[in-house]
């Protein structure tokens, strides 16, 4: 069992239909039938989404998928139509609101990796595969692929896991020419995004997009991207294979909650604990140095 520790109710806006409530967005319809999209601050690690929530998170979140959408708008046009706050929308959804254009979305997450780790080394070290993928012997946790793959993956739904697919059951599942557009866009970004964090300090390890279609048949990016919530982010001069990276994500709330402080069974079906003070403040002081790090902005 896993899903929310407590599932918030939807804020009621006038000329605004509540359509979805997600891990740590929420999903509205306005009346022109675009999509309204709301970053909460919650957070979610092992499945759950915790009871504490992390200040500032959903913005910064927001904030740096604009950011990013504008480094790759050559590449790929993305949903966002406006950053506009929607009319009797509460002041609190300032700079984590985005009107989006509604789009006939793919079932599938598009991961791209360049680095060994999370689900992709654990099959490594079963099979010597990711999603079926050869890859040569001797790689460990955190080493550099020899090229970037894309190791696509189903959508799951709120408390399940995501799970790796190969290429062929993308293909299957929504044609060979989509499959082919979705793994050639994903290592067209990831590529473009590998080089400007590198730049700035940073190792893209692996990141996930998702992308639609529009009512002209082009493909779109969607949702969020380049976030610490769908990609994996390490600091460049601590890289070390081997080991675990540090990263600039949640890992340091997975760590806290897999360690005898939290009194916390992962294996049970009792739901996390409310986050410590001190974990609550380091883990934003991670999402808001990775804003800094990539955008070269100071987070105010």
Not at 7 to 19: C, D, I, T
Not at 51 to 57: A, M
Not at 207 to 224: C, P, Q, R
Not at 288 to 298: D, F, I, N, P, V
């Amino acid at each position: 069992m896993s899903g929310f520790v407590e599932k918030p109710e939807a804020v009621e806006v006038p000329g605004l239909v509540h359509l979805h409530t997600g891990k740590v967005r929420d999903l509205y319809q306005n009346e022109a039938g675009d999509l309204v999209m709301v970053a909460s601050d919650r957070i979610s690690a092992f499945d759950w989404v915790l009871p504490s929530e992390i200040p500032d998170k959903g913005r910064v979140l927001t904030q740096l998928s604009l950011w990013w959408f504008d480094q790759l708008v050559d590449i790929i046009p993305n949903h966002v139509v406006s950053t506009t706050l929607p009319e009797g929308a509460p002041a609190d959804w300032a700079g984590r609101t985005l009107v989006c254009k509604s789009l006939r979305m793919i079932p599938v997450e598009s991961v791209a990796r360049g680095y060994l780790a999370g689900s992709g080394l654990v099959e490594y070290e079963a099979t010597r595969t990711v999603c079926g993928l050869a890859l040569p012997e001797g790689l460990s946790d955190g080493s550099e692929l020899p090229g970037p793959i894309f190791t696509p993956a189903t959508k799951a739904a709120v408390g399940d896991h995501d799970e790796n697919v190969s290429y062929e059951e993308v293909a299957r599942e929504v044609g060979a020419e989509t499959a082919a557009q979705l793994r050639q866009t994903t290592l067209a970004v990831y590529g473009r995004a590998r080089d400007i964090a590198r730049e700035r300090g940073i190792i893209l390890a692996d990141t996930k997009f998702e992308f639609g279609f529009d009512g002209d048949g082009e493909l779109v990016l969607a949702d969020e991207v380049l976030t610490p919530d769908s990609s994996r982010f390490w600091p460049a001069d601590e890289w070390e294979p081997g080991r675990p990276q540090p990263s600039f994500d949640k890992q340091y709330v997975r760590d806290w909650l897999l360690s005898p402080d939290s009194g916390w069974d992962r294996k049970s079906e009792q739901p996390p604990p409310e986050l410590p003070q001190e974990v609550v403040d380091r883990t934003r002081e991670k999402y808001t140095e990775a804003y800094e790090r990539l955008t070269g902005a100071r987070w105010a």
